[in-house]
C-alpha cells in the first residue's frame, strides 16, 4: 500500500492543492461555498434517491420501504436545487439543535462523575461550549451558517497542507523505492 502511495504522490499533492483552494474559497467567499455545499448535497441526494429507487423497483421483498426511501432522497435533493437558502438554514437549525441536545448529555455526564473533579468539570465546561454554541445559531443563522463555512475552510487549508507536506514525503519515498 505505501509502495502505491508513494508512486501516486502527484495524486496526493493535486488533492492537497484542490483542498487548499477550497479552504481558501471557503474563507474569503463563505456566502458562494455555502450555496455550492448545498447544491452539492442536492445533486447527491438525487442521484443516490433514483439509486435506491431504482433498487426498490427491482426487488420483489422489502420494495416499498426502498421506494420511499428513494423519492424522499429525490424530494430532499429537489428541495435543495430550488431552495438553497431554506436548505441552509435548516441545517444550520439542525446543526445547533444537535450542539444543545449534545452539550446537555456532556453536562449530565459530566454532573454523574462524582469520583473525578477534573474530567468532570472537563465534561460540563465542553458540555456548556456545545450549548452556549447551539445558542448563538439559533439567534443569529445569518452569521452562524457563514462562521461555520469559514470554520470548515480553515480546516480545509489545514488538512490541505498536511496532504500537501504528506506528497512532498511521499515523493521522496518513490525515489528511494526507484533507487532499490
Known sequence: ML???ARSWAWVL???IFTVLFGALAVFWPEITLVALVILFGAYAIVDGAGILAMGLRRSSGRGFLIVVGALGIIAGLVALLWPDITALVLLYVIAIWAIVTGVGSIVSGLGLSRDAGGRWLFILSGLAGVVLGILLLADPGSGAVALVVTIGFFAIIWGI????TSVRLRRLAKELDAW
Not at 498536511?162 to 507536506?165: G, Y
Request: hydrophobic share 60%; aromatic share 0%; glycine share 10%.
Open 3 to 5: 509502495e502505491l502511495l
Open 162 to 165: 498536511i496532504t500537501v507536506m
Open 14 to 16: 493535486a488533492r492537497g
